[in-house]
């Protein structure tokens, strides 16, 4: 049952009428111009890592910060850098960092009946011109994961999906009265997405819009009512994903060939969320055992790797470890107060595993190391 407990809603704009308001709310949100100010930021790195003397990033997301603002800020961070192999990871978008080509694409793995993620790069060249079908392929994934943008915001309107309401209203101790403003707020973010339509860019129609315009409600609305309606909004979108079609996805076989065929690699992020993956005889290059979000079993799975390896015929490639950093460059540039603070404080290229002694014994063991992948891997991109 849902909460009786009053939630007050101390605002005269509780109402369900846009107002010019609002649209400048939502126009600031899903604007991708940075001020002088976030510029600064994202140039002026926290931290600088002298000692640091290769950069190794496969696995980072630029969103909508421009590259030349990145290489500045990693120039900055890692001045006595001699080697480095970096590649963007833009989810379900091919973006290029030099010589090379990225991303981390959403797929289907039939035998396991889960959605997976892998990652894909390419030296650019090997794009000009080509790739017609593999471009089309991350083009359509990428506009049907945005449309769980659109299913998250029906779960809140449409009364046929009131069971997801009431599933998320009751974990979260929601009242009639908080659902009503969600819905009223929600109805006004969609017909300002309506309205604006033309005016979003790709990266910013993400379910996380639905966050972030709450948030900017917490210049009107008392903190504790937003935060309430924050969680509710968690809570129905854990639902829309968990019942999110998969039919629509590609299979991580059919993505892999046609990675193949362009000459390109592959490596499985977050093991530790897709165990099942290990299990599975995809041709990949590489394995990672650690980001920010998977780092309970580093050891384990270089372990793993080695396993694999040893067990591999005379003479085939062997799997590489790889460490993915996860960083999401535009959670720097958010409002301190609506930052996720793990997550602002990731930086392109810094795997503390790598230097870690322990980890440094398995990886040894492993035959493994930060250069010999950076050498291994822009080798195998070349061929």
Known sequence: MRSTDPVRISSPEWTPEITEADDRRYLDIVSTE????????????????????????????????????????????????????????????????????????????????????LLFHFLAERLVDRGDVFKAMVAHTQRYRSSQLLEFIDSVLDLALERRVAEAAEKTGADDQLVEFVRIHVDRLKRLIDANDTAIPPQMFKNKLVREYFNALGDIYDAKLINHAQLFLKAVKEVVKREFSLEYFYRAEELIEEVRSLGGCVVVPHPEQFWPILLERFDVDGIEVWNPQSFQYTQFLIEVVDRKNRSHPRGSRPLLVTMGDDCHMGEKVKDPRYQVPEKAGREIGVQPPWDDLIVRKCLIAANQSRGHVIEEYRGRLSE
């Open 34 to 117: 940075l001020t002088d100010e976030q510029q600064a930021v994202i140039t002026t790195p926290p931290e600088v890592y002298y000692q640091q003397d290769a950069i190794l990033a496969l696995h980072w997301h630029p969103e909508h910060i421009p590259m030349p603002l990145i290489r500045t800020r990693i120039k900055k961070s890692f001045p006595n850098s001699t080697d480095e192999l970096i590649i963007p990871t833009q989810h379900n978008e091919l973006l290029s960092y030099g010589e090379y080509t990225g991303a981390e694409v959403d797929c289907y793995a039939a035998s396991f009946h889960r959605k997976v993620q």
